[in-house]
């Protein structure tokens, strides 16, 4: 057995048993993030000083399994030859090590982007076999894998059933009906095989705060004609609300203004930390570990490309970016 393939099922024993060991760090089952002590902020204006250091969260993986599509047995050297292996010198697949992706209705089926190819694909019989054959020898993520999709409604099973292009984007097709009335993309979670349980449990809920003072916040942020404006309410920490403010004219310059609510109107500005993605449309909020805190979906732009994220909070201002997918490229 190679070393790699015995440090993965390693990993995957201690992952059903201790949950340590394999690089991330454990969390117990059910119980909410820990917010460290927090100092009193007594901000009243509209932001808080550019010096003010945000208060900390501990910030722990999303749950107590320690998963990754490392730990699926690696293919015995594939061999991929003919127009597979052309158009597998044109393809990047999701790294094994990845866990989340995104999920969108692509020509009314449920996918998840796995990876990308350049250039096109032909639309034969033969193309479309090559391009099979091409999927089946270089991606982690093969036919009858299962997933857990989350959306608002709590998360649910869905199983991967074949493969598909959307623009260059390589996506895996997914059994599952997109929900109702969702955001235009939804995170979707690789949990092991078989997948490991979620927490059990209700999941924990915020006081909703002063409404009257958090709407009047909000609606002192009118954006400009050359600006488009985007709200979540939520349960963010100390905050109840938030507003992202980005310029409608996309440059390397243009920034956003991303301002925090707090339950009793009070606000202070906050960050996305998005990559290269500078710029916002905030989309839905999604509570994924169930511990109060909510994580967030967000449309992306940047100068001639737009993607789908999720981000989760890593401090009480920040929200980082933990799952992408669907990237479009103008040129």
Same mark, same amino acid.
């Given at each position: 057995?190679?070393?790699? &393939?015995?440090? &993965?099922?390693?990993?995957?024993?201690?992952?059903?048993?201790?949950?340590?060991?394999?690089?991330?760090?454990?969390?117990?089952?059910?119980?909410?993030?820990? =917010?460290? &002590?927090?100092?009193?902020?007594?901000?009243?204006?509209?932001?808080?000083?550019?010096?003010?250091?945000?208060?900390? =969260?501990?910030?722990?993986?999303?749950?107590?399994?320690?998963?990754?599509?490392?730990?699926?047995?690696?293919?015995? #050297?594939?061999?991929?030859?003919?127009?597979?292996?052309?158009?597998?010198?044109? &393809?990047?697949?999701?790294?094994?090590?990845?866990?989340?992706?995104?999920? +969108?209705?692509?020509?009314?089926?449920?996918?998840?982007?796995?990876?990308?190819?350049?250039?096109?694909?032909?639309?034969? #019989?033969?193309? +479309?076999?090559?391009?099979?054959?091409?999927?089946?020898?270089?991606?982690?993520?093969?036919?009858?894998?299962?997933?857990?999709?989350?959306?608002?409604?709590?998360?649910?099973?869905?199983?991967?059933?074949?493969?598909?292009?959307?623009?260059?984007?390589?996506?895996?097709?997914?059994?599952?009906?997109?929900?109702?009335?969702?955001?235009?993309?939804?995170?979707?979670?690789?949990?092991?095989?078989?997948?490991?349980?979620?927490?059990?449990?209700?999941?924990?809920?915020?006081?909703?705060?002063?409404?009257?003072?958090?709407?009047?916040?909000?609606?002192?942020?009118?954006?400009?004609?050359?600006?488009?404006?985007?709200?979540?309410?939520?349960?963010?920490?100390?905050?109840?609300?938030?507003?992202?403010?980005?310029?409608?004219?996309?440059?390397?310059?243009?920034?956003?203004?991303?301002?925090?609510?707090?339950?009793?109107?009070?606000?202070?500005?906050?960050?996305?930390?998005?990559?290269?993605?500078?710029?916002?449309?905030?989309?839905?909020?999604?509570?994924?570990?169930?511990?109060?805190?909510?994580? =967030?979906?967000?449309?992306?732009?940047?100068?001639?490309?737009?993607?789908?994220?999720?981000?989760?909070?890593?401090?009480?201002?920040?929200?980082?970016?933990?799952?992408?997918?669907?990237?479009?490229?103008?040129?």
């Amino acid at each position: 057995m190679r070393v790699g &393939a015995f440090r &993965a099922a390693a990993c995957l024993a201690l992952s059903a048993a201790s949950m340590a060991g394999c690089g991330e760090r454990p969390r117990t089952t059910g119980g909410p993030d820990t =917010i460290a &002590a927090a100092r009193v902020d007594s901000a009243a204006g509209p932001d808080s000083i550019p010096e003010e250091r945000p208060d900390t =969260i501990r910030v722990q993986p999303p749950d107590s399994a320690t998963i990754s599509l490392g730990l699926l047995p690696a293919p015995s #050297d594939p061999e991929v030859g003919g127009e597979s292996g052309s158009l597998g010198e044109r &393809a990047v697949f999701a790294p094994r090590s990845q866990r989340w992706f995104m999920a +969108r209705p692509v020509d009314s089926v449920l996918a998840m982007d796995i990876g990308r190819i350049d250039g096109g694909v032909g639309t034969t #019989d033969a193309a +479309r076999a090559a391009f099979d054959r091409m999927v089946v020898a270089l991606s982690p993520v093969q036919a009858g894998m299962t997933f857990t999709l989350h959306a608002s409604a709590g998360p649910a099973a869905t199983r991967v059933t074949g493969f598909r292009l959307s623009g260059r984007r390589i996506v895996a097709l997914l059994d599952a009906p997109f929900p109702a009335a969702p955001p235009t993309a939804l995170p979707i979670e690789w949990r092991g095989n078989p997948a490991m349980p979620l927490a059990a449990g209700t999941p924990r809920r915020c006081d909703p705060g002063d409404g009257a003072a958090i709407e009047s916040a909000v609606a002192r942020y009118a954006p400009a004609d050359s600006e488009a404006l985007s709200v979540l309410r939520g349960c963010f920490g100390k905050f109840r609300a938030m507003i992202a403010i980005r310029p409608r004219s996309i440059t390397p310059e243009t920034v956003e203004r991303v301002v925090l609510v707090r339950a009793d109107g009070t606000t202070r500005s906050g960050k996305l930390r998005d990559l290269s993605y500078p710029l916002h449309e905030l989309l839905a909020t999604l509570d994924l570990d169930r511990d109060g805190t909510d994580e =967030i979906v967000v449309h992306s732009f940047r100068p001639a490309m737009e993607t789908w994220a999720a981000l989760r909070m890593t401090d009480s201002v920040t929200f980082t970016r933990f799952a992408s997918g669907f990237t479009i490229e103008k040129r």
